[in-house]
């Protein structure tokens, strides 16, 4: 089976080319990205942890979903996509704010990543794909903000940076 290939990207989120997804992270070359944050009715956000034998991160705890667009994909399609295989449900999204990051992790690969933030609300509970996560839970932005300072090193690069920079636009996703 051919490797996934991610969406290469200049600083505009311009695309200039294709690169398999390993590549792309042992290379730390700026690509493609989102990352879904979906709300129920009590403003509470829908948090994965990551599966234990993913290739990074494992077991930290994130936002609702997160990978990469496909080639032709549009940001929305992508979230949706990727909803439905990790969290099994699909939701309208909207489009929020997006970000240049860039983390590198022990093993050598590091993210550096154009992140689109997708917006959703659902009400009901995932059917998780544990192949991708291994837990679920709801909590309030405040709560995980709180949680956050205390405990860092529970929670992904990406989601910590959503978290400090950009907090008023997933709170306004909440409302």
Same mark, same amino acid.
């Given at each position: 089976?051919?490797? !996934?290939?991610?969406?290469?990207? #200049? !600083? ?7 690169? $398999?997804?390993? =590549?792309?992270? =042992?290379?730390?070359? +700026?690509? @493609?990205?989102? %990352? ?5 009715? #009590?403003? =509470?956000?829908? +948090? ?8 990074? %991160? $494992? ?10 667009? @496909? ?5 929305? !399609?992508?979230?949706? @996509? @990727? ?12 489009? %929020? ?9 022990? #093993? ?13 609300? *659902? ?7 544990? &192949? &991708? ?7 309030? +932005? ?10 860092? &090193?529970?929670?992904?690069?990406? *989601?910590?940076?959503?978290? !400090? ?11």
């Amino acid at each position: 089976m051919e490797e !996934e290939k991610v969406i290469l990207v #200049n !600083e505009q989120d311009e695309q200039i080319g294709l690169m $398999p997804k390993m =590549e792309a992270h =042992e290379k730390a070359i +700026l690509h @493609r990205a989102f %990352s879904v944050f979906i709300f129920n009715d #009590n403003n =509470e956000l829908m +948090l994965q942890q990551r599966a234990l034998d993913k290739y990074h %991160s $494992p077991g930290l705890w994130t936002n609702t979903c997160c990978s990469h667009q @496909r080639d032709g994909e549009s940001n929305i !399609e992508a979230g949706k @996509r @990727r909803l439905q295989e990790e969290m099994g449900f699909v939701t309208d999204l909207e489009e %929020s704010i997006s970000f240049i990051y860039k983390a590198p992790f022990d #093993n050598g690969l590091t993210e550096h990543e154009y992140d689109h933030v997708l917006l959703g609300k *659902f009400n009901a509970e995932p059917t998780i794909n544990e &192949e &991708e996560v291994a837990d679920w839970k709801w909590m309030s +932005l405040e709560d995980v903000k709180v949680d956050i300072a205390l405990s860092p &090193e529970n929670y992904t690069a990406w *989601f910590k940076v959503i978290f !400090e920079k950009f907090y008023e636009h997933i709170n306004i996703g909440a409302k």
